[in-house]
């Protein structure tokens, strides 16, 4: 099974830029669709981004629409969040989750996560 490692949050002023990174292991990370989460202290986990699993078809929500690029190399076996333009509300913890279908569906549906990365945005 796949097991996933995120890396590349931090500190970044507001107007600032930062990318995420999401590690598999495994030899199946290609046929896993990837999507990013993000959780703040006492909220729900809400979804952010997804990619299917050959990188040809990409959503995201409102919030992070026209600011944040998710994409993947599945040569290098990792996804990545791209973060512009970054604004306080994005302070959360930042997960990559994997599934084996593609589609906007809630965090109860994942069962393959990364530990998290905290990104903190500073006004």
């Known amino acids: 099974q796949v097991r996933l490692v995120e890396s590349g949050g931090g500190l970044v002023q507001a107007g600032g830029s930062l990318r995420l990174s999401c590690v598999a292991s495994g030899s199946t990370f290609n046929t896993y669709a990837v999507a990013w989460f993000r959780q703040s202290p006492g909220k729900d986990r809400d979804l952010v981004a997804g990619?299917?699993?050959?990188?040809?078809?990409?959503y995201y929500t409102d919030f992070v629409r026209g600011r944040f690029t998710i994409s993947r190399d599945n040569a290098k076996r990792t996804a990545y969040l791209q973060m512009n333009n970054v604004e306080p509300e994005d302070t959360a913890i930042y997960y990559c989750a994997a599934h084996d279908n593609y589609g906007q569906m809630p965090a109860r549906t994942y069962s393959i996560w990364g530990q998290g990365t905290w990104v903190t945005v500073s006004s």
């Open positions: 990619i299917n699993y050959s990188g040809t078809a990409t």
